[in-house]
């Protein structure tokens, strides 16, 4: 069964570019949720997705945006880049229920010069 | 708000030598997930723990919690090398659909 998947893995942008990253969940798994990393700060949530709909939302200022497709495919994006939004960003999937473990992607680097 | 805390942040173990780390919360909750995180890489799933009293071991690694105590340890038995890396305690409030409270990680360094 193949992993959660993120592309790109690197991506470098300059200050006030914007920028969309892709996950896509194991087969089967409805939710995806996605992740902020950095030295300073740890790991984020950042919001997650279930059959389509935003279920949950952490405390990201709004030009942290999603969307889930009909496949369960995610997308985020980040609008207007600042040099703090350089990061790793994870997302991971689940099945969606309570107990369900979350299975994490590889991650995209990005880089804000 | 949940909040929650690992300590230690930092920890170089000898070879051989037993060790625990502590992860403490501050809200009710029965979901306790560890995660380890090589560097440069993503998390990979250990252990999830999720009722009081549960115990998983895998290998040299035992994790375990109380849920009274609001606290899970990651014991370490006889660490080795492979074992170094960054260990993640993350929980999930009981209530309602909210998603994982991440510690800020403990950086395992196993040295001969």
């Known amino acids: 069964k193949a992993g959660v998947t993120q592309t790109p893995r690197y991506l470098i942008k300059t200050r006030g570019q914007q920028v969309t990253l892709s996950c896509s969940p194991i087969s089967g798994h409805r939710s995806v949720s996605w992740y902020q990393q950095t030295p300073g700060q740890g790991l984020q949530f950042l919001f997650e997705y279930f059959s389509e709909t935003q279920r949950n939302k952490g405390n990201f200022p709004g030009r942290f945006s999603g969307r889930q497709f009909s496949n369960s495919r995610s997308e985020m994006n980040v609008s207007t880049l600042e040099l703090g939004d350089s990061a790793l960003y994870l997302c991971a999937s689940s099945s969606g229920g309570h107990t369900d473990t979350q299975y994490f992607g590889p991650g995209t680097r990005l880089t804000v010069l | 708000e949940l909040k929650v805390e690992q300590n230690p942040l930092f920890l170089s173990m000898q070879e051989g030598k037993n060790y625990t780390i502590y992860c403490n919360y501050s809200t009710t909750s029965d979901r306790l997930y560890w995660y380890r995180q090589d560097p440069g890489k993503s998390l990979e799933s250990l252990f999830v723990?999720?009722?009081?009293?549960a115990v998983k071991q895998e290998g040299r690694l035992m994790a375990s919690l109380d849920t009274k105590a609001r606290l899970s340890t990651l014991h370490i038995t006889a660490a080795v090398h492979d074992l170094s890396a960054t260990y993640f305690c993350?929980?999930?409030?009981?209530?309602?659909?909210?998603?994982?409270?991440f510690g800020k990680g403990t950086r395992l360094s196993v040295i001969a």
């Open positions: 723990l999720l009722s009081n009293g």
């Open positions: 993350a929980v999930d409030a009981y209530s309602g659909n909210t998603p994982l409270v």
